[in-house]
């Protein structure tokens, strides 16, 4: 089993900045990729971004030129810096990590943008 657990969300005014960081503990040998996905009220989860153990990243249209992912696999973290933050971008943000086909979930930390 792998536990996941995110923080770094809050409140932030459109135009502000906040970072996710997301730990992974437990069973982590054969980490594979990571990733972020959120899910705002009354929709769907979606992916945000993920990267790979080998530093491959892919994002949502709606985080391209936004949002840089990254991770440290030495400390089995992944952060998702998020700039220029818009209120369509308020969401509970959950961490996700791979390994093989099986999925981990963490519980999710609330982003709310806001003036």
């Known amino acids: 089993q792998v536990q996941l657990v995110e923080s770094g969300g809050g409140l932030v005014q459109p135009g502000g900045s906040l970072r996710l960081s997301c730990v992974a503990s437990?069973?982590?040998?054969?980490?594979?990729?990571m990733g972020w996905y959120r899910q705002g009220l009354g929709r769907e989860r979606e992916l945000v971004a993920v990267v790979t153990s080998g530093g491959n990243t892919n994002y949502a249209d709606s985080a391209k030129g936004r949002f840089t992912i990254s991770r440290d696999n030495a400390k089995n973290t992944v952060y998702l810096q998020m700039d220029s933050l818009k209120p369509e971008d308020t969401a509970v943000y959950y961490c996700?990590?791979?390994?093989?086909?099986?999925?981990?979930w963490g519980r999710g930390t609330q982003v709310t943008v806001s003036s």
């Open positions: 437990g069973s982590t040998f054969n980490l594979g990729a």
């Open positions: 996700n990590a791979k390994i093989s086909i099986i999925n981990f």
